[in-house]
């Protein structure tokens, strides 16, 4: 509870808070968008294949120049099941004699057909240009729109194993600085890449910069933030990314050009990078990595904007160091990767977190990267699953507060998973029940995902905070690669990826069962601290707690008075 202290005599909630999380909310706003960008900027047109006259049929030029574009797709390409053109064939001869709709009649698919050999004719109606149909991505070729996605989520995986790390050793402030500049740096490269291997590296980097600002800003708020007010501001700053969803909606239908649209949700974060330099550097971090003087320094700047530069004033890095001795005792010079399996609790707290953020990646992605495949319309399916958030994380909000962290992340995976799987056994006559299903089961994953933010942040110390979350977005990042390919197994057994997708979330919903409660508990700073809470029980420790408050109340006025 020391840094709890410190934090009371400077401001635990005032302007300072308001001014820091009114910054922090504006690059989880646009990372949503960076997440969310594949719908939009690899959405695929309806096409067919591209029709060229051979040098024998020039007697029958003057007759298509008259001719309507679907009477002469009846020329040469066949139907699909649904009478519609089909989009990866064409007939290997062109068949002028079913001009004539009397010979037409019956089924045409006798005659031979092979693969599009000229490319393609995308209907830029809806989306005036995508990756999809700047690089031809489509037929035997539509995996490599999958696996853009993927190597995004690679570049999310690979930032929160490198990123994590390094903001641990070097500072909260430092990495998202360094993040905030590569993201605006990469995404506007990507937006003007004249290849698709090209555009897939900048992606690559995006993705590494995004994972170093959500692992940074999120951590920033809880750092700053006393227990009363943690869930409030953490609920909020999600909610910020919920809007980042329907803004994503809305910027995307006015700017139906993906080149430009990757530019629009990159470039703030030119300004984002300014403005970071501005946020004061954890001062918890910097006490327990022995920089107390820096830690004075920034938090005397936070007591003069909260009103309290009096206060501020008696502080001494010799009254930081005093506050914060058992925390201090618990460190040591260096940590690791490997000290996040070397005791019990945290061993325990780490295979169990590993699993519940896999499942929340790998189902929440599986959902929300392939709208298309819903047979709604893009825009609106996007908005649908933006708002669908909003009811999904107020209950979220309430449970945590009122019920706890552990029943809330269990509860939410378990519905998703059950919801997915009901699913399957609903008839696709009912689309907008089918749609209304996938909605609700997005929401609860979107309530894990929030809850998962704020648990994983209180489960770990501060020493390994950064480690720790960097390890298990890892896993988060895996589940959201490979969800894309999962989707491909609908091709073959329709039902299939919403099976996989529900049993992980149902297996992941049991494993958050067997983590401990942290509602009402301070956050621990030192891995010695976090094994001695789990050895005294939940129940024993919350006495103790409750005695402690005048204690703790009486060594603030003490510390007043002798400085």
Same mark, same amino acid.
């Given at each position: 509870?020391?840094?709890?202290?410190?934090?009371?005599?400077?401001?635990?909630?005032?302007?300072?808070?308001?001014?820091?999380?009114?910054?922090?909310?504006?690059?989880?706003?646009?990372?949503?968008?960076?997440?969310?960008?594949?719908?939009?900027?690899?959405?695929?047109?309806?096409?067919?294949?591209?029709?060229?006259?051979?040098?024998?049929?020039?007697?029958?030029?003057?007759?298509?120049?008259?001719?309507?574009?679907?009477?002469?797709?009846?020329?040469?390409?066949?139907?699909?099941?649904?009478?519609?053109?089909?989009?990866?064939?064409?007939?290997?001869?062109?068949?002028?004699?079913?001009?004539?709709?009397?010979?037409?009649?019956?089924?045409?698919?006798?005659?031979?057909?092979?693969?599009?050999?000229?490319?393609?004719?995308?209907?830029?109606?809806?989306?005036?240009?995508?990756?999809?149909?700047?690089?031809?991505?489509?037929?035997?070729?539509?995996?490599?729109?999958?696996?853009?996605?993927?190597?995004?989520?690679?570049?999310?995986?690979?930032?929160?194993?490198?990123?994590?790390?390094?903001?641990?050793?070097?500072?909260?402030?430092?990495?998202?600085?360094?993040?905030?500049?590569?993201?605006?740096?990469?995404?506007?490269?990507?937006?003007?890449?004249?290849?698709?291997?090209?555009?897939?590296?900048?992606?690559?980097?995006?993705?590494?910069?995004?994972?170093?600002?959500?692992?940074?800003?999120?951590?920033?708020?809880?750092?700053?933030?006393?227990?009363?007010?943690?869930?409030?501001?953490?609920?909020?700053?999600?909610?910020?990314?919920?809007?980042?969803?329907?803004?994503?909606?809305?910027?995307?239908?006015?700017?139906?050009?993906?080149?430009?649209?990757?530019?629009?949700?990159?470039?703030?974060?030119?300004?984002?990078?300014?403005?970071?330099?501005?946020?004061?550097?954890?001062?918890?971090?910097?006490?327990?990595?022995?920089?107390?003087?820096?830690?004075?320094?920034?938090?005397?700047?936070?007591?003069?904007?909260?009103?309290?530069?009096?206060?501020?004033?008696?502080?001494?890095?010799?009254?930081?160091?005093?506050?914060?001795?058992?925390?201090?005792?618990?460190?040591?010079?260096?940590?690791?990767?490997?000290?996040?399996?070397?005791?019990?609790?945290?061993?325990?707290?780490?295979?169990?977190?590993?699993?519940?953020?896999?499942?929340?990646?790998?189902?929440?992605?599986?959902?929300?990267?392939?709208?298309?495949?819903?047979?709604?319309?893009?825009?609106?399916?996007?908005?649908?699953?933006?708002?669908?958030?909003?009811?999904?994380?107020?209950?979220?909000?309430?449970?945590?507060?009122?019920?706890?962290?552990?029943?809330?992340?269990?509860?939410?995976?378990?519905?998703?998973?059950? !919801?997915?799987?009901?699913?399957?056994?609903?008839?696709?006559?009912?689309?907008?029940?089918?749609?209304?299903?996938?909605?609700?089961?997005?929401?609860?994953?979107?309530?894990?995902?929030?809850?998962?933010?704020?648990?994983?942040?209180?489960?770990?110390?501060?020493?390994?905070?950064?480690?720790?979350?960097?390890?298990?977005?890892?896993?988060?990042?895996?589940?959201?690669?490979?969800?894309?390919?999962?989707?491909?197994?609908?091709?073959?057994?329709?039902?299939?990826?919403?099976? !996989?997708?529900?049993?992980?979330?149902? !297996?992941?919903?049991?494993?958050?069962?067997?983590?401990?409660?942290?509602?009402?508990?301070?956050?621990?700073?030192?891995?010695?601290?976090?094994?001695?809470?789990?050895?005294?029980?939940?129940?024993?420790?919350?006495?103790?707690?409750?005695?402690?408050?005048?204690?703790?109340?009486?060594?603030?006025?003490?510390?007043?008075?002798?400085?």
């Amino acid at each position: 509870m020391g840094f709890a202290d410190i934090l009371e005599i400077v401001g635990s909630v005032g302007k300072f808070q308001i001014i820091q999380v009114l910054l922090l909310i504006f690059p989880v706003f646009f990372v949503c968008s960076q997440n969310l960008l594949q719908n939009f900027v690899a959405a695929e047109p309806d096409h067919h294949c591209r029709i060229h006259l051979e040098a024998n049929d020039s007697k029958y030029i003057n007759v298509t120049d008259k001719l309507q574009t679907e009477e002469l797709l009846r020329v040469f390409i066949p139907l699909d099941q649904n009478q519609q053109p089909e989009q990866c064939r064409m007939y290997s001869l062109p068949q002028w004699h079913l001009l004539d709709l009397n010979k037409a009649q019956g089924n045409r698919t006798k005659y031979d057909t092979q693969m599009c050999t000229d490319g393609w004719t995308f209907d830029h109606s809806k989306f005036k240009a995508t990756i999809v149909s700047e690089w031809d991505l489509v037929c035997s070729q539509k995996s490599l729109k999958r696996m853009a996605q993927s190597i995004y989520m690679a570049g999310l995986m690979i930032g929160a194993i490198i990123l994590g790390r390094l903001s641990d050793k070097y500072g909260r402030r430092t990495l998202l600085f360094w993040s905030s500049f590569q993201l605006a740096v990469s995404g506007t490269c990507g937006a003007f890449s004249s290849s698709f291997p090209l555009f897939c590296f900048w992606r690559f980097l995006c993705g590494v910069a995004v994972s170093g600002i959500i692992c940074n800003t999120y951590h920033f708020a809880v750092e700053w933030m006393p227990n009363k007010i943690r869930t409030s501001v953490m609920t909020l700053m999600n909610y910020f990314y919920t809007f980042g969803q329907l803004g994503l909606a809305g910027l995307a239908y006015g700017i139906q050009d993906w080149r430009w649209l990757q530019f629009a949700v990159s470039a703030p974060f030119f300004i984002i990078c300014l403005y970071s330099w501005w946020i004061p550097e954890s001062a918890r971090w910097l006490i327990l990595n022995d920089k107390a003087d820096a830690a004075l320094k920034q938090l005397k700047r936070v007591a003069k904007l909260n009103g309290k530069e009096e206060e501020g004033e008696k502080l001494t890095t010799s009254i930081l160091k005093s506050n914060m001795r058992q925390e201090l005792s618990g460190t040591k010079d260096s940590y690791s990767m490997l000290d996040l399996f070397r005791t019990p609790i945290i061993r325990k707290t780490t295979f169990c977190n590993m699993l519940i953020w896999f499942s929340t990646g790998f189902a929440y992605y599986g959902l929300s990267i392939d709208l298309q495949g819903f047979g709604v319309d893009i825009y609106l399916m996007q908005v649908i699953f933006g708002a669908v958030d909003i009811p999904a994380k107020l209950v979220g909000f309430i449970t945590m507060n009122y019920v706890g962290r552990r029943f809330t992340q269990g509860t939410s995976l378990i519905l998703a998973g059950s !919801i997915m799987i009901a699913n399957i056994f609903i008839s696709k006559e009912f689309q907008a029940l089918r749609t209304s299903f996938a909605a609700v089961g997005k929401g609860c994953l979107a309530a894990s995902f929030t809850c998962c933010m704020l648990y994983t942040s209180e489960l770990y110390p501060t020493t390994i905070r950064q480690t720790g979350l960097g390890l298990v977005s890892t896993m988060c990042r895996i589940g959201s690669m490979l969800a894309p390919f999962v989707r491909l197994s609908g091709d073959y057994v329709p039902s299939l990826p919403l099976v !996989i997708y529900g049993g992980m979330a149902l !297996i992941a919903g049991v494993a958050a069962s067997f983590l401990t409660e942290t509602l009402n508990f301070p956050l621990p700073d030192t891995i010695v601290e976090v094994e001695n809470r789990a050895k005294k029980g939940a129940e024993k420790d919350k006495e103790p707690m409750r005695d402690e408050i005048p204690l703790q109340e009486a060594h603030i006025s003490l510390i007043k008075q002798t400085v």
